[in-house]
Nanobody
Framework: QVQVVESGGGLVQAGGSLRLSCAAS????????MYWYRQAPGKQREWVAT???????NYADSAKGRFTISRDNAKDTVYLQMNILKAEDTAVYYC??????????????WGQGTQVTVSS
């Protein structure tokens, strides 16, 4: 059993910053790539950023230059530092992580999401 829990969302003014965290816990042997997605009201879920197990990041165009993804492998935690936030960044942010469990099986787990609201 693996749990993925996001935190750090909230209300912020346009131009401000937030840092999201996402921790995986449970029967984890190792974590692979970790992801952030978001879903705005009335829109499909969209990819925001990925970080590989080796720490290589990739970003959606909407996140480049403003968001930074990072991870702490010792804590099975991924972060998303969001700067210069815009109203269009308002969404529920979801964390996903690829996990190899103690039995050797690979799965992708998702958190419940954390709300980010940017006021203009």
């Amino acid at each position: 059993q693996v749990q993925v829990v996001e935190s750090g969302g909230g209300l912020v003014q346009a131009g401000g910053s937030l840092r999201l965290s996402c921790a995986a816990s449970g029967s984890i042997f190792s974590t692979g790539a970790m992801y952030w997605y978001r879903q705005a009201p009335g829109k499909q879920r969209e990819w925001v950023a990925t970080i590989t197990s080796g720490g290589s990041p990739n970003y959606a165009d909407s996140a480049k230059g403003r968001f930074t993804i990072s991870r702490d492998n010792a804590k099975d935690t991924v972060y998303l530092q969001m700067n210069i936030l815009k109203a269009e960044d308002t969404a529920v942010y979801y964390c996903g992580t690829d996990v190899r469990d103690v039995k050797g099986y690979n799965y992708r787990y998702w958190g419940q999401g954390t709300q980010v609201t940017v006021s203009s």
